[in-house]
């Protein structure tokens, strides 16, 4: 396998681990803590639970992506 495509796999890895690791900080941090400290009414943590879930499917998507750059740099 050539270096720079073990670098691309090493990159997007660590890119997606990112994404869904402060996904779950913002989301939870938001839901429990600073929308009740806010004051904020029960519809916007319907809100929080979007934008979590869209950043939980951007990430899916990468980790496809992920997986099908090991299938073609294995063969």
């Known amino acids: 396998m050539d270096i720079d495509k073990e670098q ?11 994404v869904i690791a402060v996904t779950m900080v913002i989301w939870l941090g938001m839901t429990l803590f600073i929308g009740p400290a806010l004051g904020l009414p029960g519809r916007y943590a319907l ?3 979007f934008a979590a879930l869209a950043g939980f499917i951007y990430a899916g998507v990468n980790i496809f992506q992920l997986w099908r750059m090991r299938q073609d740099s294995q063969g």
Request: charge should be positive.
């Open 8 to 18: 691309a796999i090493a990159r997007k890895g660590r890119h997606i681990s990112i």
């Open 47 to 49: 809100l929080f639970d």
